[in-house]
């Protein structure tokens, strides 16, 4: 499952959501597709674990020995492995949503910058859109078992959302134990 936005929405929320967003281009034709890229093999195993929590794929944690030292240590490898990743980006994570990169920061935080290619960010409801799809977005997110591991690792994860013109469309903060809470 997808962590764009509609596609990482179960199955009644993403209809529900078609219905409620028709009136927004970009969404309605968001629908099921699913045209993902895997990362380049030539990327290190972290970076790609990293494409796969972005992307909703499991990756069988290949790369998490990198995540188990201090936390500085932790924080110096999730550095080194956004900025390959976005160095190999953007990366088209399925028809409407596109990884432009990450970033490391410190105390074990990724932010995932996600762009909606085709969103139109200043449409009014924007903001509403989002809060009403906050809660299926992190069940979606959480249903991938890479992410409960790096929570219990203590790393947070923020997937930051753009559409046209890299105007903001909205944030899921997903901290450390978030996916055990449901």
Known sequence: MRNSLLISLPHPWRAAALIA?????????????AASTTAPSSMSALARLLVGVADGRPTGMNGVTRLTGSGS??????????????????????????????RGESGKRVVFHLNLVRFDASREGTAAFMASAT??????????PDVPVLGRLGIALVFRYTGIGDRPVGEI??????????
């Open 173 to 182: 903060a997903i901290a450390p134990g978030r996916c055990e809470q449901d």
């Open 135 to 144: 809660p299926a977005l992190v069940r979606g997110i959480c249903r991938n």
């Open 73 to 102: 240590s932790t924080d110096v490898a999730l550095g080194s492995a956004c900025r390959e990743l976005t160095r190999s980006g953007p990366i088209l994570l399925d028809t409407a949503t596109r990884l432009d990169g990450c």
């Open 21 to 33: 967003c028709a009136s927004w281009p970009a969404v309605a034709q968001h629908g099921n597709a």
